[in-house]
């Protein structure tokens, strides 16, 4: 691994715990997972703005989560893995424009949680209304909460928290 130290393996682990913990509270509100959903720990989707090592913290993040919280095996895998292409390509997308760094967990999570909602669990609707349900809730987590969120740590000096 290009670049591994035991200062990056702590920092994505803290990521992940700390998106754990902001799953696991969301769920106590009943807004973690199902058609309508607000996970504040997506607002973390900003970091890979600041650190590569953002991408295995929320991936491992959200995969505990999953697990944590009750989802079947195929929101396990999928839902991990929509917040893995969301990380990644935030990551590239951050290089051209920060506010650009949460578009894609919004875009993934919009695309692969519905259809993990209708086939894999088997809940009556439609996609395209779990579309919207999903993505307005994303847009809230990533964006409204994300982008204040990112800047406050941008202002903050990142670089003493990120290396």
């Given at each position: 691994m290009k670049n591994f130290s035991a200062r990056k393996l702590t920092?994505?682990?803290?990521?992940?715990?700390?998106?754990?913990?902001?799953?696991?509270?969301?769920?106590?509100?009943?807004?973690?997972?199902?058609?309508v959903q607000v996970r504040v720990s997506e607002a973390l989707a900003v970091l890979p703005y600041f650190t590569a090592?953002?991408?295995?913290?929320?991936?491992?993040g959200?995969?505990?989560?999953?697990?944590?919280?009750g989802c079947i095996a195929a929101d396990v895998?999928?839902?991990?893995?929509?917040?893995?292409?969301?990380?990644?390509?935030?990551?590239?997308?951050?290089k051209i424009n920060k506010y650009l760094t949460p578009i894609p967990t919004v875009i993934s999570n919009m695309i692969i949680?519905?259809?993990?909602?209708?086939?894999?669990?088997?809940?009556?609707?439609?996609?395209?209304?779990f579309m919207l349900t999903v993505g307005a809730g994303e847009i809230i987590s990533c964006c409204v909460i994300g982008i204040p969120f990112m800047l406050f740590l941008e202002k903050h000096h990142p670089?003493?928290?990120f290396e």
């Open positions: 920092q994505a682990a803290a990521i992940a715990a700390i998106y754990v913990v902001l799953t696991y509270i969301t769920n106590l509100f009943g807004l973690a997972n199902g058609v090592t953002a991408i295995p913290g929320l991936f491992i959200c995969l505990l989560s999953n697990i944590l919280t895998i999928f839902g991990s893995i929509a917040t893995l292409i969301g990380a990644v390509a935030g990551r590239y997308l951050s949680v519905p259809l993990v909602l209708k086939y894999a669990y088997g809940i009556p609707g439609s996609v395209w209304y670089e003493r928290l």
